[in-house]
């Protein structure tokens, strides 16, 4: 790391007026001679191979780095528009941000990789080969995660002054190995052969406090201020990871944040004579950034999570505040001007910490501070598990925050004033409302700092934000319906349909044109080939082509053989109760007692394929994932079962396998207890790919069905107002005796036939079915699944109907594309306006 004096020549030097003669260039040329020309100069000098090397790994760093000079030049020009437009910016502050691969993304969006691949194929390099070497970047756990990756990708198409703020983790999400069915897990050391894309900027480095105490003082004019000290301090070094837009110019910037130790470390330490406790302090403070805490429901307590939101929130504002006084004299316009978006409450310190600069460190009174705040921030939450809500100790928050509670304290002080004055006497209601929880250790609950500090409170899907209003957030909503709004999810196309399923888009561009890569409602221009044979005839051959990739892929990382004229029955996901993986597999156990019992007439072969990784600490969801590999074991050996029923988990599930899954499946589960899930987004990477969905009436399922219209959609169990009234009289068993099917499915999982070397191994699992606490009503939502599989087996061996069903799922997913989720944000919440970058012209 760079000592404070460097850091501080580097950003002199960075903020001087700018040498246009130093760094006006002509574009590089998008040929394809001008590309494999670069391609040749990194290969032998930057990287210094020669004709004895012939490593795909060295040729795929070539490539990155030739694409990266195309996004660099786009970059800028970016920026300049962006800085000289003056215009309204929006941040998006995220733990997390799934963003998978980025090579063919780069080629896709700088509309090259026709001529890359022509180019690579004359020097007998097969650009496919190079697109594999690149590892994930798996900074995140699941949904909220991707979802932050698809709304940057939809930003820069829209040309939008959308930043996104982050975390570089060292070890994204670990990998998930499975050895005798159980998921072992291994660290991800994804920079290990360094990451091509990122660009480091030393000269922008926060330095961020910790722990110490506070002081408060009275200045000469008789004012009221405090002083947080004796700080243990850590500098964030930002890395900016380029985010090109669809063929347009514009390239915006994903900023992680990588903790380093401050050079006082050492030094202090180390003039005390101890190097060992210097050693162990910059320790300390690199473990900011180390690890991706890997659960997808909140672990609360840990002080290392809470030194990372810190960590994020705090050196993401310094960073905006910097850009801020650089052009601006005071704070009067900084609402209208920025935005800051929190996903999920996991930066919501945000709004102490945004009060903090601003009174103690700005000296603005705590009123233009807080209408400033308030102003600025808006939240989007992610779940309705009450157990989700993040809630820390105050006593956690003393030691190692100290300044930040004492600004939640007298937040919550002058909400809770207003509370009263409005309902007095009324304690239930200030207990339920107060930032603080009371109880034997005080809780801070951050969802409540976010709704209190932010103009704008939004679920992810309609039925998602319809019960927040009534249930988790309802005080909040009596208080201030103005703020609560739905901004239903997508994903982008981009990604999740050209880049991953070539044949299909090849198919649709023939077809509609190819408007529909920035217009995704063009695709109902497909409705009208939905009933004819010819089209459905190649539209079922680009799906076949599909499956036969999905189902090499399974057959190397899980050695079972899945049959491409089978049903592609499919479920990926975070391994999770809510999301009844374990009554997808009742229904595997129940189609396995089928055929054991001969009962075969009419039969739709089909092949399950699960995939998911469970948090280390989730015991019940690794139970269910050997249970899912122990039934697969004994169905697949099984020579009378397997031609008819294959089982197979697919290891270490995350954003690239999801690239050969989605094309290639023809059913999707989508199978939550009503209420559970807030959206999902796995459900629209399938519809657009072509599959149909089995799924119950909750998140983005019902959106997607009314899209679709019913009779393409298998709709099954009870519904959310169902799923409440039905929770406290609750009795399996009821379901259980009601349903012989149930019955014998039971039976067979407690008679220990998948767990014969292991015995008692499953028994909790089935004894939490037949609990009458069960909170997912697995028993309940039985007999209408298997009903509900029925009607999509039949359905699928009727091909024509099935073809025109599939044609009709991706022509009614347009409004499933992150480009609406981002146009109706920006109408309803940030307000920004489209601006393209400058090119020379206008320099
Ligand atoms: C919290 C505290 C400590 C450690 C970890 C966490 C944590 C981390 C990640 C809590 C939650 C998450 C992720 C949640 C998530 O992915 N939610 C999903 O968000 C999607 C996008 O909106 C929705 O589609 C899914 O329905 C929702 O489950």
Same mark, same amino acid.
Request: one cysteine or more; proline letters at 4%.
């Given at each position: 790391?760079?000592?404070?004096?460097?850091?501080?020549?580097?950003?002199?030097?960075?903020?001087?007026?700018?040498? $246009?003669?130093?760094?006006?260039?002509?574009?590089?040329?998008?040929? %394809?001679?001008?590309?494999?020309?670069?391609?040749?100069?990194?290969?032998?000098?930057?990287?210094?191979?020669?004709?004895?090397?012939?490593?795909?790994?060295?040729?795929y760093k070539?490539l990155a780095q030739?694409l990266r000079?195309r996004l660099m030049?786009r970059w800028?020009?970016t920026?300049?528009?962006?800085?000289?437009?003056?215009?309204?910016?929006t941040y998006y502050l995220s733990m997390e941000f799934l963003m998978g691969r980025a090579l063919r993304n780069a080629m896709l969006n700088l509309?090259?990789e026709?001529?890359? /691949?022509? =180019?690579?194929?004359?020097? =007998?390099?097969?650009?496919?080969?190079l697109v594999e070497m690149e590892h994930d970047a798996g900074l995140g756990n699941g949904g909220l995660g991707r979802l932050a990756a698809c709304f940057l990708d939809s930003c820069a198409t829209l040309?939008l002054?959308v930043t996104g703020y982050g975390i570089r983790y060292e070890y994204g999400m670990f990998r998930?190995?499975?050895?005798?069915?159980?998921?072992?897990?291994?660290p991800d050391h994804w920079l290990r052969d360094g990451n091509p894309w990122e660009l480091e900027r030393?000269?922008?480095?926060?330095?961020?406090?910790?722990?110490?105490?506070?002081?408060?003082?009275? *200045?000469?004019?008789?004012?009221?201020?405090?002083?947080?000290?004796?700080?243990?301090? !850590?500098?964030?070094?930002p890395f900016d990871n380029p985010v090109p837009g669809y063929? $347009?110019?514009t390239v915006n910037t994903l900023r992680l944040w990588k903790?380093?130790?401050?050079?006082?470390?050492?030094?202090?330490?180390?003039?005390?004579?101890?190097?060992?406790?210097?050693?162990?302090?910059?320790?300390?403070?690199?473990?900011?950034s180390?690890v991706l805490y890997p659960?997808d429901?909140?672990?609360? &307590?840990?002080?290392?999570?809470?030194?990372q939101?810190?960590?994020l929130?705090?050196?993401s504002?310094?960073?905006?505040?910097?850009?801020?006084?650089?052009?601006?004299? *005071?704070?009067?316009?900084?609402?209208?001007?920025?935005?800051?978006q929190?996903n999920d409450?996991h930066p919501?310190?945000?709004?102490?910490?945004?009060?903090?600069?601003?009174?103690?460190?700005?000296?603005?009174?705590?009123?233009?501070?807080?209408?400033?705040?308030?102003?600025?921030?808006?939240?989007?939450?992610h779940?309705?598990?009450?157990?989700?809500?993040?809630?820390?100790?105050?006593?956690?928050?003393? +030691?190692?925050?100290?300044?930040?509670?004492?600004?939640?304290?007298?937040?919550?002080?002058?909400?809770?004033?207003?509370?009263?004055?409005?309902?007095?006497?009324?304690?239930?209601?200030?207990?339920?409302?107060?930032?603080?929880?009371? &109880?034997?250790? /005080?809780?801070?609950?951050?969802?409540?700092?976010?709704?209190?500090?932010?103009?704008?409170?939004?679920?992810?899907?309609?039925?998602?934000?319809?019960?927040?209003?009534?249930?988790?957030?309802?005080?909040?909503?009596?208080?201030?319906?103005?703020?609560? $709004?739905?901004?239903?999810n997508g994903v982008t196309q981009r990604r999740w349909m050209i880049a991953c399923?070539?044949?299909?888009?090849?198919?649709?561009?023939?077809?509609? =044109?190819?408007?529909?890569?920035?217009?995704?409602?063009?695709? /109902? =221009?497909?409705?009208?080939?939905? %009933?004819?044979?010819?089209?459905?005839?190649?539209?079922?051959?680009?799906?076949?082509?599909?499956?036969?990739?999905?189902?090499?892929?399974?057959?190397?990382?899980?050695?079972?053989?899945?049959?491409?004229?089978?049903?592609?029955?499919? +479920?990926v996901k975070r391994?999770?109760?809510?999301?009844?993986?374990?009554?997808?597999?009742?229904?595997?156990?129940?189609?396995?007692?089928?055929? /054991?019992?001969?009962?075969?007439?009419?039969?739709?072969?089909?092949?399950?394929?699960?995939?998911?990784k469970?948090?280390?600490?989730?015991?019940?969801?690794?139970?269910?994932?050997?249970?899912?590999?122990? !039934?697969?074991?004994?169905?697949?050996?099984?020579?009378?079962?397997?031609?008819?029923? #294959?089982?197979?988990?697919?290891?270490n599930y995350r954003v690239t396998a999801m690239e050969i899954i989605a094309?290639?499946?023809?059913? %999707?589960?989508?199978?939550?207890?009503?209420?559970?899930?807030?959206?999902?987004t796995g459900?629209m990477k399938?519809?657009?790919?072509?599959?149909?969905?089995?799924?119950?009436?909750?998140?983005?399922?019902?959106?997607?069905?009314?899209?679709?219209?019913?009779?393409?959609?298998?709709?099954?169990?009870?519904?959310?107002?169902?799923?409440?009234?039905?929770?406290?009289?609750?009795?399996?068993?009821?379901?259980?005796?009601?349903?012989?099917?149930?019955?014998? !499915?039971?039976?067979?999982?407690?008679?220990?036939?998948?767990?014969?070397?292991?015995?008692?191994?499953?028994?909790?699992?089935?004894?939490?079915?037949?609990?009458?606490?069960?909170?997912?009503?697995?028993?309940?939502?039985?007999?209408?699944?298997?009903?509900? #599989?029925?009607?999509? %087996?039949?359905?699928?061996?009727?091909?024509?109907?099935?073809?025109?069903?599939?044609?009709?799922?991706?022509?009614?997913?347009?409004?499933?594309s992150t480009d609406?989720t981002m146009?109706?944000?920006?109408?309803?919440?940030?307000?920004?306006?489209?601006?393209?970058?400058?090119?020379?012209?206008?320099?």
């Amino acid at each position: 790391m760079k000592n404070t004096h460097e850091l501080n020549s580097i950003s002199e030097m960075c903020e001087a007026d700018s040498h $246009n003669q130093l760094t006006d260039l002509d574009p590089l040329g998008m040929d %394809s001679d001008s590309l494999i020309q670069d391609f040749r100069h990194y290969f032998t000098h930057t990287l210094g191979r020669d004709r004895r090397c012939c490593s795909n790994h060295y040729y795929y760093k070539a490539l990155a780095q030739t694409l990266r000079d195309r996004l660099m030049e786009r970059w800028k020009n970016t920026r300049y528009a962006y800085d000289e437009g003056n215009c309204k910016r929006t941040y998006y502050l995220s733990m997390e941000f799934l963003m998978g691969r980025a090579l063919r993304n780069a080629m896709l969006n700088l509309d090259v990789e026709a001529d890359v /691949k022509d =180019g690579l194929e004359e020097l =007998g390099i097969v650009m496919e080969d190079l697109v594999e070497m690149e590892h994930d970047a798996g900074l995140g756990n699941g949904g909220l995660g991707r979802l932050a990756a698809c709304f940057l990708d939809s930003c820069a198409t829209l040309q939008l002054p959308v930043t996104g703020y982050g975390i570089r983790y060292e070890y994204g999400m670990f990998r998930q190995v499975i050895e005798d069915g159980y998921q072992l897990e291994e660290p991800d050391h994804w920079l290990r052969d360094g990451n091509p894309w990122e660009l480091e900027r030393p000269e922008y480095a926060q330095r961020i406090h910790f722990g110490g105490r506070t002081e408060h003082f009275v *200045d000469p004019e008789g004012k009221h201020h405090a002083r947080w000290v004796d700080t243990h301090d !850590v500098l964030a070094v930002p890395f900016d990871n380029p985010v090109p837009g669809y063929r $347009n110019g514009t390239v915006n910037t994903l900023r992680l944040w990588k903790a380093a130790a401050t050079d006082e470390f050492d030094l202090d330490e180390f003039n005390a004579g101890d190097y060992a406790d210097a050693v162990e302090a910059k320790n300390q403070a690199e473990h900011i950034s180390m690890v991706l805490y890997p659960n997808d429901a909140s672990e609360n &307590g840990k002080a290392l999570r809470l030194r990372q939101q810190y960590f994020l929130a705090s050196a993401s504002l310094k960073d905006v505040i910097r850009g801020w006084k650089r052009a601006h004299k *005071d704070f009067s316009e900084f609402s209208s001007k920025n935005c800051f978006q929190l996903n999920d409450t996991h930066p919501t310190i945000a709004v102490a910490e945004l009060m903090r600069l601003l009174v103690d460190i700005e000296r603005l009174d705590w009123d233009d501070a807080w209408e400033i705040t308030s102003q600025t921030m808006a939240y989007t939450n992610h779940t309705l598990l009450p157990e989700a809500l993040e809630r820390w100790s105050v006593p956690l928050f003393k +030691q190692l925050l100290p300044r930040l509670l004492e600004v939640i304290y007298e937040i919550n002080a002058r909400f809770l004033s207003e509370v009263s004055a409005r309902w007095p006497m009324d304690t239930q209601r200030l207990g339920r409302l107060s930032i603080i929880e009371e &109880g034997p250790v /005080k809780q801070v609950r951050m969802a409540h700092l976010a709704i209190v500090g932010s103009f704008s409170v939004n679920g992810v899907a309609a039925l998602h934000s319809e019960l927040l209003k009534q249930g988790l957030f309802r005080d909040f909503y009596e208080i201030w319906p103005e703020k609560f $709004n739905n901004k239903t999810n997508g994903v982008t196309q981009r990604r999740w349909m050209i880049a991953c399923n070539p044949g299909l888009t090849q198919l649709l561009n023939e077809t509609i =044109g190819e408007s529909w890569a920035y217009q995704l409602d063009d695709l /109902k =221009g497909l409705r009208q080939q939905a %009933s004819d044979h010819a089209f459905q005839q190649r539209w079922m051959a680009v799906r076949r082509e599909n499956k036969v990739r999905l189902s090499n892929t399974i057959w190397r990382d899980c050695g079972v053989k899945f049959d491409p004229d089978a049903l592609f029955d499919v +479920q990926v996901k975070r391994m999770h109760e809510y999301k009844r993986q374990l009554l997808n597999l009742l229904h595997v156990l129940h189609l396995y007692d089928r055929i /054991k019992q001969g009962d075969t007439e009419n039969w739709t072969p089909r092949c399950v394929l699960f995939g998911g990784k469970a948090a280390p600490g989730y015991a019940r969801a690794k139970q269910i994932i050997k249970l899912i590999n122990n !039934v697969a074991r004994v169905v697949n050996r099984d020579r009378q079962v397997r031609e008819l029923l #294959q089982v197979a988990f697919l290891p270490n599930y995350r954003v690239t396998a999801m690239e050969i899954i989605a094309p290639g499946t023809d059913l %999707s589960e989508q199978i939550s207890t009503a209420g559970k899930e807030a959206s999902g987004t796995g459900n629209m990477k399938f519809m657009m790919n072509g599959a149909l969905t089995i799924g119950t009436l909750d998140g983005a399922n019902i959106e997607i069905r009314d899209a679709v219209g019913e009779e393409h959609f298998f709709l099954f169990g009870h519904s959310a107002q169902q799923v409440q009234d039905l929770r406290p009289h609750y009795n399996p068993e009821h379901f259980i005796q009601g349903d012989n099917r149930l019955s014998r !499915v039971m039976s067979l999982l407690e008679s220990g036939h998948f767990n014969q070397f292991e015995p008692g191994l499953f028994d909790a699992i089935a004894q939490s079915i037949r609990s009458p606490q069960d909170p997912w009503l697995v028993a309940a939502d039985f007999s209408s699944y298997i009903d509900a #599989q029925q009607r999509a %087996s039949e359905h699928f061996n009727w091909s024509e109907r099935w073809a025109q069903s599939s044609i009709l799922n991706t022509a009614c997913s347009g409004f499933f594309s992150t480009d609406r989720t981002m146009q109706e944000y920006n109408r309803d919440i940030w307000q920004l306006n489209p601006m393209a970058p400058l090119t020379m012209e206008m320099k």
